[in-house]
């Protein structure tokens, strides 16, 4: 079993968005722009499934991509209301700050139990996404317009 070069992007970039998120919710001055919704809206609807599905799945061959989106949007919608429903139980409550700690812990969390599953499996066995790839796909499809 081969460890992790690098920390994979993908995680990466979950964690990144969801501490991005945590000012732009809670500063007063940042939390008028719009930039709140554009990192708030994945922070509820799509990130907390996906570093659960990455979690799951660290093998490439487990589920394809569009299976992972679907799922990550899928659970998501049900992991959010949970964690509301637990924190309705608590002394805490339903309000902004409890459910932003609550969801970016959730999500940390998984991410870095994801990287911890895939540092267990082999290399060429792992689930990665390799943005160059991707971008340079969508150069291409581009210039074929052309």
Not at 42 to 54: D, H, K, N, T
Not at 72 to 78: K, V
Request: hydrophobic share 55%; proline share 8%.
């Amino acid at each position: 079993m081969s460890t992790l070069k690098h920390f994979p992007n993908d995680l990466a970039l979950v964690i990144l968005v969801v501490l991005l998120c945590t000012p732009f919710v809670l500063i007063p001055p940042l939390n008028e722009t719009p930039v709140r919704i554009l990192l708030g809206l994945p922070l509820v609807l799509f990130l907390p499934g996906y570093a659960l599905i990455a979690t799951l799945f660290p093998r490439k061959d487990d589920l394809d991509a569009i299976e992972r989106i679907a799922l990550s949007f899928g659970l998501s919608i049900a992991i959010t209301p949970l964690l509301g429903l637990a924190l309705n139980y608590t002394p805490f409550g339903i309000r902004l700050l409890p459910v932003l700690i609550v969801l970016s812990v959730f999500t940390i969390s998984l991410a870095l139990g994801a990287y911890v599953r895939r540092s267990m499996i082999l290399e060429e066995e792992r689930f990665i996404i390799e943005f160059w790839m991707l971008f340079k796909s969508i150069k291409e499809s581009f210039n074929q317009l052309k």
